[in-house]
């Protein structure tokens, strides 16, 4: 008996699990899980990602109408993971602005206003985000992430009622994790190199002379000298966000194979 009147519960049920699964995968995701995007435009993307995709055709039917209630949640656990593991490596931006930030010592102004709202200081991990998601749309990051959405229709059927987390579920948040963090941490290491020398050269006068105050010498020089070298390593960037890219689709992979 349908749940529908006057429709296939093989038409709906297919399209219900399938949408529940890339709203999901959109809720979480970066740029498209952002609260920028409103949550009606978020819904009606994924209604016009299902669209397609039951288009494209579903590779299995959905299963018996009683296990419909277990049928969804396993959709939201499969789009869900899909997203956390590309906002995962996504973050590594947000990681190497945050480091530089601590460097600069624009992380002090909340130690003068610890009332302030958490990251609202942090300048350079803010604007990492922004050209962050600048260059993840830039290098196709939506667009894997929509290859995604439809493979794992392939990978992990719409007619599974139970998720059993294999070792390769494991390795995929692992290995995502360790790769955003390194990548990060290429990004960011030579600036904290150089800024690490203006310390020495800074601790060295300091014993030479003084009289000198080592704390206002440090701050600007470091300031001004870690904003240049940011300006010179726009071009990692861009090469850091590639092998992100290919990082995040490598998990991806593992991710679904491992469900």
Same mark, same amino acid.
């Given at each position: 008996?349908?749940?529908?009147?006057?429709?296939?519960?093989?038409?709906?049920?297919?399209? *219900?699990?399938?949408?529940?699964?890339?709203?999901?995968?959109?809720?979480?995701?970066?740029?498209?899980?952002?609260?920028?995007?409103?949550?009606?435009?978020?819904?009606?993307?994924?209604?016009?990602?299902?669209?397609?995709?039951?288009?494209?055709?579903?590779?299995?039917?959905?299963?018996?109408?009683?296990?419909?209630?277990?049928?969804?949640?396993?959709?939201?656990?499969?789009?869900?993971?899909?997203?956390?593991?590309?906002?995962?490596?996504?973050?590594?931006?947000?990681?190497?602005?945050?480091?530089?930030?601590?460097?600069?010592?624009?992380?002090?102004? $909340?130690?003068?206003?610890?009332?302030?709202? *958490?990251?609202?200081?942090?300048?350079?991990?803010?604007?990492?985000?922004?050209?962050?998601?600048?260059?993840?749309?830039?290098?196709?990051? #939506?667009?894997?992430?929509?290859?995604?959405?439809?493979?794992?229709?392939?990978?992990?059927?719409?007619?599974?009622?139970?998720?059993?987390?294999?070792?390769?579920?494991?390795?995929?948040?692992? $290995?995502?994790?360790?790769?955003?963090?390194?990548?990060?941490?290429?990004?960011?290491?030579?600036?904290?190199?150089?800024?690490?020398?203006?310390?020495?050269?800074?601790?060295?006068?300091?014993?030479?002379?003084? $009289?000198?105050? #080592?704390?206002?010498?440090?701050?600007?020089?470091?300031?001004?000298?870690?904003?240049?070298?940011?300006?010179?390593?726009?071009?990692?960037?861009?090469? *850091?966000?590639?092998?992100?890219?290919?990082?995040?689709?490598?998990?991806?992979?593992?991710?679904?194979?491992?469900?």
């Amino acid at each position: 008996m349908s749940l529908m009147t006057g429709i296939s519960y093989t038409v709906w049920g297919s399209a *219900a699990l399938v949408f529940v699964r890339v709203v999901a995968l959109f809720a979480t995701a970066p740029v498209t899980g952002s609260q920028v995007l409103p949550p009606t435009v978020r819904i009606l993307l994924a209604m016009l990602v299902a669209y397609f995709a039951l288009g494209l055709g579903v590779p299995a039917a959905p299963p018996p109408e009683a296990m419909f209630p277990l049928a969804l949640l396993a959709q939201v656990l499969v789009g869900a993971g899909l997203g956390l593991l590309a906002t995962l490596m996504f973050t590594l931006f947000h990681t190497a602005g945050a480091v530089l930030d601590a460097e600069l010592g624009f992380t002090v102004a $909340q130690v003068f206003n610890p009332f302030s709202a *958490a990251g609202t200081e942090t300048l350079i991990a803010n604007w990492f985000d922004a050209f962050g998601t600048y260059l993840f749309l830039a290098v196709g990051g #939506v667009q894997l992430l929509l290859l995604a959405a439809v493979q794992s229709l392939r990978i992990v059927p719409i007619n599974v009622t139970e998720i059993v987390l294999k070792q390769g579920f494991l390795a995929a948040g692992v $290995q995502a994790f360790t790769g955003s963090f390194l990548i990060a941490t290429e990004l960011a290491a030579p600036i904290v190199l150089a800024l690490l020398f203006v310390d020495l050269v800074g601790a060295v006068l300091g014993r030479l002379m003084p $009289q000198l105050n #080592v704390l206002s010498f440090n701050i600007p020089v470091k300031m001004w000298l870690g904003i240049g070298l940011v300006a010179v390593a726009l071009p990692l960037m861009i090469d *850091a966000a590639r092998l992100g890219l290919l990082q995040m689709g490598q998990d991806l992979t593992q991710y679904l194979t491992g469900v």
